[in-house]
């Protein structure tokens, strides 16, 4: 079955600590890869994708992800986190024909 | 600017009334999709639209019911059949891999 796993449902950190959250896929999803992110009562809006081409990649406010196919995982870092930087992420892998498979999200808290 | 709008932002109904939530889009993506999101269980899909006047069922279709007669539009009615309809609902379009998200409507049932 295709499926997208977030290991963490929270993630708690402090102002200007790093944080990475974890996202992985089963085989079956095709490796089109993206990040979300939800800010409270809105829409979500693309963080970063990895299609093809360099395994590394990166946002334009500093977040990245790097795709590894042996462990079938795409998680997200930051080395340097922000007030507004506390939002709901989620993992998504694509089923094929434009459809979507979302992880369960992972609520980011960050603490002055 | 080009987007996705949704309205209203909150709505409330009472059981057993039937509910349309409106998405609209200026992108000209043909294919759009409705979602619905419920607290710790990330985005779950309803309906997609991969062309006018043609729709499928998603994983969650029992209880909605969907219409694409034009290009923009991509209304959600909520039937009384739905079993539990409040949650957040949320419409997106795509043209290619990425999909863009409305800003959502929160509809509650009371």
């Known amino acids: 079955a295709q499926s997208v796993t977030q290991l963490d449902s929270q993630v708690p950190v402090f102002e200007e600590a790093p944080v990475e959250l974890r996202c992985n896929y089963s085989?079956?999803?095709?490796?089109?890869l993206f990040w979300y992110v939800q800010y409270p009562n809105q829409g979500l809006q693309l963080l970063l994708k990895y299609l093809s081409g360099s395994t590394l990649v990166k946002s334009i406010n500093g977040f990245e992800a790097e795709f590894n196919k042996s462990q079938t995982s795409f998680h997200l870092r930051k080395p340097s986190v922000h007030i507004s930087d506390t939002a709901e992420y989620f993992c998504v892998g694509s089923g094929g024909y434009n459809k979507l498979i979302f992880g369960a999200g992972t609520r980011l808290a960050v603490h002055p | 600017d080009g987007g996705i709008t949704q309205s209203p932002k909150y709505l409330f109904r009472k059981e057993g009334q039937n509910v349309t939530l409106s998405c609209e889009q200026n992108?000209?993506?043909?294919?759009m999709y409705w979602y619905r999101q419920d607290p710790g269980q990330g985005l779950r899909l309803i309906y997609y639209?991969?062309?006018?006047?043609?729709?499928q069922k998603g994983d969650i279709a029992e209880g909605y019911s969907v219409s694409r007669e034009k290009k923009e539009s991509f209304p959600l009615t909520v039937t009384s059949a739905q079993k539990n309809p409040t949650a957040f609902y949320l419409c997106a379009s795509s043209k290619g891999d990425e999909q863009f998200f409305g800003p959502g409507t929160r509809l509650t049932v009371l």
């Open positions: 639209s991969q062309i006018v006047n043609d729709f």
């Open positions: 992108l000209n993506h043909d294919a």
């Open positions: 085989s079956s999803v095709s490796v089109y």
